[in-house]
């Protein structure tokens, strides 16, 4: 994560936020971003175990111990997180800056069709750009 201005994701997985956004609707879909520095590589799709899975988004603790002890392991790093938002745009809710951890992560929101990126910054989100490489 040392440029915190953009992330690289390949198309196809672009095309996966999508589609978990599109299956899980209208509950909110998410899951775990993984990768390496700000090379995004993989997606881990995760339950959302909230409540209110229409409005809100909760990721399966157990799916979040998995990653993490992976990473730790020698796996991909947990970069961050995805979810959608089934009837709104695809940027950080009231909500989503309420349960912010300030933690430097890359949260990846899915709405209105498209995919935007943000790093929760200690500053509150900021727009991450991103770019999909060229295999
Ligand atoms: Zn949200």
Not at 65 to 83: E, K, N, S, T
Request: glycine share 12%; hydrophobic share 40%; with cysteine.
């Amino acid at each position: 994560m040392e440029d915190p201005t953009k992330v690289t994701i390949p198309a196809r997985l672009l095309g996966a936020l999508h589609a978990e956004a599109a299956k899980a609707a209208p509950r909110e879909a998410c899951g775990i971003l993984l990768g390496n520095g700000h090379d995004i590589e993989r997606i881990s799709p995760a339950a959302n175990v909230h409540s209110e899975p229409e409005a809100r988004f909760e990721i399966d603790p157990r799916a979040l111990i998995d990653a993490y002890r992976d990473a730790r392991g020698g796996g991909p790093q947990v970069l961050g997180y995805y979810h959608s938002h089934p009837a709104g745009p695809p940027e950080p809710s009231s909500t989503d800056r309420a349960m912010a951890a300030a933690d430097g992560s890359i949260w990846a929101i899915i709405g209105l069709g498209r995919v935007e990126f943000w790093r929760d910054g200690p500053s509150g989100f900021v727009p991450v750009g991103y770019s999909c490489p060229a295999r």
